[in-house]
């Protein structure tokens, strides 16, 4: 796998001080798959960074150049995140980081060019397993909101998180990478690293879901 870095930002990368790079610069390198508002890409499997809490972010970009998270050999764009994450040298850097991208505003429309998306990368073909998501019938937000109540005592009544719980907002993510996530979290794909505490959570839960389960809660979460 091939990440490229321009050689004026590698620089910034060094080890040595323990000041943190500016984020702003140092977003150039993420932008590449996320975006340059934070809006994602479905093609690049990058997901909408804009609106995520700064201390969930934090924790993320800990939990990979930890090797706490995308370690999996099912994980390749987790993989891909834990060897770009290195590029955050110190945990100045990491916070830094994080408050830019939750200063951003959610909602950003894909950028096009002649009225197509732009994109650099390839399509998430090559993970065939997980690369669409389907369920047996259309997810019914009536249903998602009956099997919403156990995930609300976390994720709050309206999906608005909460740290003291460790748990993200869910709304501002795309549904897609929602799917993906909780599918990994069921499988073993993620949360079942050494100490992935809160991952181990969310593994435990999604033990109960079906695809059909997963469709009607990411419908009900789409009207919050």
Known sequence: MLVCVAPAAAQMYAPGSGDAVDPEALYEVCAFC???????????DAPA??????????????????????MHP???????????SGMTRNDATIR???????????GAG?????????????PYVWHSDYAEFTSPEPGDAERGARAYIT???CHGPNGEGNEALAAPKLTDIQDWYQARQLRYFKDGIR???????????MAAMSMTLTDQTIADLLAYIDTL
Do not use: K
Request: a negative charge; one cysteine or more; charged letters at 25%.
């Open 49 to 70: 960074l804009a609106g995520m809490e700064a201390w969930y972010v934090e924790r993320q970009l800990h939990n990979f150049r930890d090797r706490t998270r995308g």
């Open 151 to 153: 995930c609300g005592v």
């Open 110 to 122: 894909l950028e096009t060019l002649n009225g197509e998306p732009v994109t650099t990368g390839r």
């Open 74 to 84: 099912g994980d390749l764009t987790g993989l891909q995140m834990s060897i770009v």
């Open 34 to 44: 996320h975006g340059p508002e934070g809006q994602g890409s479905e093609r690049l």
């Open 191 to 201: 949360g079942r690293s050494r100490g992935d505490i809160y991952g181990a959570q």
């Open 96 to 106: 830094a980081l994080a408050e830019y991208i939750a200063a951003m505003e959610p």
